[in-house]
């Protein structure tokens, strides 16, 4: 009893006699004070008095692959602020490679009784993983949101960013650029949102009359390492250009081509996905297609309050913004838009017309007509 004191009271910064008085209920400690007390309790691990109990923090488990990634940082910032204006506590939880598990941390946070949970690139995506944490979360009817596509039988609602429209415009976007050996390097084979891409990559590639060989797709861990290998090879294979499945793979691809003696963009063009932070300050500057962030993450804290304020939330997948019909406005919202660095450029063998041809079709689309909030923006010199 007393170690715990003494842990919540430098915590929290005040005296142990403070935190006595919280946890045996006695007056003469402000509400802030309190509630400082009882969130740190939550924090440590320590379970709350039965008389405190129906007063417990509000607590929201944030569970990430990892935070090398700059995409996650990102979602987790957006996350983050968007709980604590809501009245709620985020606590981040990473998995690592032979550390702490997900399924770990569920059972963790299911302990700690938090108001709900959100996940962000995990398990659930990958069709081939144990999914049973998922089924003890659904068994508590635990508030809780996945960001992403996830496989069909979960169950819980999901905000995705719209896969098929990112693989159609960076395709689209080497395309007019006249490259015809375009290859796609995605993540795992089971992993869902790199399954909807490379049926999109592929479907669009039928329609326009692009033959895809057998060195056209890789699939890969989501890390520079796997990206550069399998980049290797395509390179090898004399593709043009490449989509890739994150920011990160899209580094390795680059590392790839110059490890061939190839340039980038002059020999191999590439595109990310993702719209990390630092990416226009790689050389050359990363072209890469945007996920809605900020949309994403908010869009997600509001169906998991709504959730624990009681609404009914179906178990549906919501794209946070949509599609633009052809010739749309340039202020229309978009699913997906491409941010232009200077890792593409017109294929050597692109005829004149291809190379400053305009592409205008339904769904999302690339426009520079307005450089005050363009669909593509260049990155600085």
Same mark, same amino acid.
């Given at each position: ?268 063009s590439v595109i990310g996905y993702d719209d990390s932070a ?30 624990i304020d009681a609404a009914v939330v179906p178990g549906d ?7 633009a019909p052809a010739m749309a406005a340039p202020e229309a919202?978009?699913?997906?838009? &491409?941010?232009?660095? /200077?890792? *593409?450029? !017109?294929? %050597? +063998? #692109? @005829? $004149? ?12 689309? &690339?426009?520079?007509? /307005?450089? *005050?909030? !363009?669909? %593509? +923006? #260049? @990155? $600085?010199?």
């Open positions: 009893m007393t170690r715990r004191l003494a842990e919540v009271a430098k915590k929290v910064g005040v005296s142990e006699a403070t935190v006595s008085r919280v946890l045996n209920g006695k007056p003469g400690v402000s509400d802030a004070t309190r509630e400082a007390v009882l969130t740190a309790l939550d924090v440590l691990g320590y379970e709350r008095p039965t008389q405190l109990r129906g007063d417990r923090g509000r607590l929201v488990g944030l569970v990430l692959p990892e935070l090398q990634n700059p995409i996650f940082p990102a979602f987790a910032e957006v996350v983050g602020g968007a709980l604590a204006q809501q009245g709620f506590t985020s606590v981040l939880c990473t998995r690592t490679v032979g550390g702490v598990s997900e399924s770990d941390y569920v059972d963790l946070l299911l302990q700690q009784h938090v108001s709900g949970m959100v996940f962000a690139g995990g398990l659930y995506a990958q069709g081939d993983a144990s999914h049973s944490h998922y089924r003890r979360v659904l068994e508590r009817k635990l508030p809780t949101v996945l960001v992403n596509a996830a496989v069909e039988h979960l169950g819980f609602p999901q905000v995705s960013c719209d896969d098929v429209a990112a693989a159609e415009i960076a395709l689209a976007h080497l395309m007019a650029l006249g490259h015809r050996q375009v290859a796609m390097l995605l993540g795992p084979p089971d992993h869902v949102p790199s399954q909807r891409k490379l049926a999109a990559f592929r479907a669009y590639a039928a329609a326009n009359g692009l033959e895809l060989g057998p060195d056209h797709v890789e699939h890969t861990m989501f890390s520079l390492e796997g990206g550069h290998a399998a980049a290797t090879r395509m390179v090898a294979a004399g593709v043009t250009g490449i989509i890739c499945a994150s920011d990160v793979l899209a580094l390795g691809a680059i590392r790839a081509a110059r490890r061939a003696g190839l340039s980038v963009p002059e020999d191999v630092l990416m226009n300050c790689v050389d050359p500057p990363l072209t890469t297609v945007r996920q809605p962030i900020d949309a994403m993450g908010r869009a997600a804290v509001e169906l998991l309050v709504a959730q997948e919501l794209v946070p913004c949509t599609t919202h978009q699913s997906a838009t &491409i941010t232009a660095g /200077r890792s *593409t450029r !017109p294929s %050597v +063998s #692109a @005829s $004149p017309s291809s190379k400053t041809s305009s592409w205008a079709r339904p769904g999302p689309q &690339i426009s520079h007509a /307005r450089p *005050t909030t !363009p669909l %593509v +923006s #260049a @990155s $600085p010199p």
